[in-house]
C-alpha cells in the first residue's frame, strides 16, 4: 500500500516523500480513505502508530479543497481594511475549519508541528496551538490570523470560546486525540462544552487507548454513524495473559480453592475482583486471617485511605488487593501477576479492564475465573466478547462435585468456529464456543445441570435475589 493509492493529493504526497515517508501505517491505511470520505472514525491503535498523520492527512485533504475562510481575508486584513474605509474596526472572531483537541500541551505542539510538517505545500492552510500558559497577547495575534486549524487543550479553548474569541460555525472537523487521558483529566465538561458549540454537520475523529466505558461512551454520542478502527497489538489482545476458568460448587469451594491458589509459587501480587464493596472487605479480612497481606479498595474508601492502599501496593506491602471494578480501574503494577475474579464482572467490557491489571510492562500474567456452574451464560458472554475461547481448569482435590454437561474439547492452539467435539484433555475441557447461538436461555454447557434438584442445590441460581453490583 503506498500513500498515493488512499488518494491523497500530490501537494501532501510530496510533503510525505521529504518528510521520509515512503509508506502508511496500518492505522493510516484504514483511516485516511474513511475520512477522506468523510466519514467519523473512533480509532485505538497504539502509541507511536502514527495517528496524527492518520487524522491529519486527511484533513488537510479535504480542507485544500475547500473555499477559503472568510472570502480569503483574515480577520487582521478586514479590521485594516475597516479602518481604511473610516470605520471603527470591529474584532472578529477566528473562525477555524478544523479543530484538535489533545490533553497536553505538549502533545498539541506536537501535532502542530507535525501539521506544519504535512501542510508545507498547502500555503494558504495554517495552523496554530491554543494553550494554558502561553502568554494572551500571543494568542490573540495568533487568532487574528484566522488560522484554518486550531490545536488545543480543552481548557484554555473554552476561556477563549466564553470572550468571543473564537467562533465554531464554521468548523467542519473535530478530532478528539488522546480522548481517555483528556477524560481522565477531568475534562469532560469542556469537551462536551466545546463539542455543544460546533456545528451538528462535522465530521468528528476520536482517537483513544480503549473505546470502552466513559470514551466509548462519549464516542458514541458525539459521532454519527462512526467506522471504528481498531489495530490490534499482543497487549490489547492479551496474549501474555493467560485466562482460565475454574468452576466451583458453592461459596466454601470458591474461598478454599481461592486460597489454594493465591498460594501459587509463581504468584508475586495479585488482585482479586468482588460484585459489592462489602464483599471486598469482607474476603480482605478473611485472607488477613489465612495470613495473606490482603486489603480492600471499593468506592465507599476515603481518598486517601484509597491512596495508601494504592501505596503499599506498589511497595509490595500488600499482596492480594480485593477490589470492585471502578475502585481497581487503571492500577499500573508491574508485579500483578495474578487476577482472579471472584464474582464475573456484569459487563464483558469490565472482563477486559480487570485481566489488563495483570500482565503489565511486557509480561505476562494469568487472569482465573471463580464461577459456579448457573454462571455460564456469562463466561460465554464475555468468551463472545473479547473473541477469545477461556478454558476450563481442574486442581486435583479441589475438583467440582458437578461435572459439565457432554465435555467440549479444547485445543491448546486455540478454538475455531465449529470446533466443539472432540477428544477432551482431563482438566483443560473449553468451556464454550464463542458465537454459538443460545436457543433456550441457558448456556449449553450448563444444560448439564438443570435436572430435578438443581434449583435447591445451587444458591446462586436464579432463586436467589440478584446482588447489587457495588460502585455502579
Ligand atoms: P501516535 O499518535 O499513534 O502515538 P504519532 O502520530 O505521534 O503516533 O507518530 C509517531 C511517529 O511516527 C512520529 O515521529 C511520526 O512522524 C512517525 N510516522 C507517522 N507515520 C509515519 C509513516 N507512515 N512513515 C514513517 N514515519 C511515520
Ligand atoms: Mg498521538
Redesign the pocket.
Known sequence: MTFEALGLNTSILKALTDA??????P??EQAVPAAIAGKDLLVS?Q???????AFMLPSLHRLAATEPTAAGRTPNQEMQAARARGERPRFRPAQPKMLVLTPTRELAL?VTT?TDKYSVNLRRIKAVSILGGMPYPKQMQLLAKNPEILVATPGRLIDHMESGKIDFSQLEILVLDEADRMLDMGFIDDIEKIVAATPAGRQTMLFSATLDGVVGNMARRITKEPQIIQIMTAANKHENITQRVHFVDDLSHKNRLLDHLLRDESLDQAVVFTATKRDADTIADRLNIAGFSAAALHGDMHQGARNRTLDSLRRGQVKVLVATDVAARGIDVPNITHVFNYDLPKFPEDYVHRIGRTGRAGRNGQAISLVNHAEGMHVKRIERFTKQMIPVNVVEGYEPKKTGAAPRSSRPGGWKPGDNRGGAKPGQRSFSKPGAPRRDGVSGSAEGYKGPGFKANNPYNSDRPRRSYGDR
Open positions: 521520509g515517508y515512503t509508506k502508511p501505517t492505522v493510516q491503535s502509541t507511536g502508530s502514527g495517528k496524527t498523520a506536537q507535525n
